[in-house]
């Protein structure tokens, strides 16, 4: 009888059982307390790449970084808007996997490379960068290259090699982007630009809003990712920049941590503000600079202290060229291994679906990612990566990693 009442005792609720609204609270504030163990803090690049460098084409500067001296290279372009750092927790994938280098970039008008145009993102010129960038750095003695590009990077990886500008090309992988989706997508990108926040009040707040609205799904990707994504509004500099080794930030940006959930609407609304106002103010000392401070300060009124690197709602007239022409390019018009990475099946048009079935490349979809697939499950695309390197025989495996099979 009395395990027969401890067990009814149990199912009741907590106001019956006696327990009263005191542990109703505790429980919440337990459910609070959980929501806030997130650390939004950034991470420094140098856990992840051995170096960087500056290329100099004529009056332009290129930022690459790099690993390894053996193997294959892996040219990483990132997708629009991003930048090299996206490539992050890929690179030290990869090279627990498989003998490779790897020279990731940030493109004209993103990261920390500086063009005498940032606003000529056309194809061709992109093209011709990536092209330029290789010969500088090993001139008729480079290795075999791979081109890995994610987005409006894998598009620009298929005008590269379909180019002929790259000489030592032994393959190209393209992430995510297909033509006829991304095409359909244009007439609605424009919406999605506007429904981002313009600014953030610290490098932590914009990793937070990564994560929490899937730009990425993997919180150690937004940690490392998204500083090459900002700019300082006072001082121009990119966000990046600002970081020690350690990661941690400088005294002049401004920090906060543990902030729940149910703020991030908020801060979002109050950091939609005018980018020269914002310069202005911090400059006349109108605004607060937030310090460290708990999550109740980020109702008040304080200055936005970061935007995006590039205003990608400029660059429109670029995007029918990035992707026009690109099926019959990749299917046609390359002659080296090709490899299609995509994040949903639905995403693949006519002429790529006759394309996979006729044998002419080969395609893994994978799951439970969105479109940042590199950095959402950066293990599940350098097995894919490894495994193609392995089976055109570009390179050798580290310790026991197994040969995995496409499938869809």
Known sequence: MELRK??????????????????MATSLQKKTSRKQQHDFSPSSWTKYFDKSEDVEIQKNKFRVYRSGTEGPILLLLHGGGYSALTWSLLNEELKSRVVCQTVAIDLRGH?????????????DTLAGDIGHIVDKLYGDEAPPVVLVGHSMGGAIAVHAASGGLIRSLAGVCVIDVVEGTAMQALASMQSYLRGRPKNFRSIEHAI?????????????????????????LLTGTIATNELTEEGIATAETCTFSNIETSTVDTILEEEDVDEELAKSKLKENHFKIPGPSSHNDVHDRQAPMYTWRIDLSKTESHWPGWFQGLSDLF????????????ASINGLDTDLTVGQMQGKFQMQVLTRCGHAVQEDTPDQVADVLASFLLRNRLT???????LSFPSC
Do not use: C, Y
Not at 7 to 22: A, C, E, K, Y
Not at 111 to 123: M, V
């Open 208 to 232: 937070e809003w990564a994560f929490r609205s899937g730009h990425t799904r993997n919180l150690d990707a937004a940690k490392i990712s998204m500083p090459g994504q900002l700019k300082n």
């Open 396 to 402: 050798t495996a580290h310790g026991d990693f197994n």
């Open 6 to 23: 401890n067990l009814l005792t149990n199912r009741l609720p907590p106001s019956i059982r006696g327990v009263g609204d005191n542990n």
């Open 331 to 342: 299917l046609n018009h390359i002659q080296a291994s090709k490899l299609l990475l995509l």
């Open 111 to 123: 990261g920390n490379t500086i063009t005498e145009n940032d606003d000529d993102l056309s194809k």
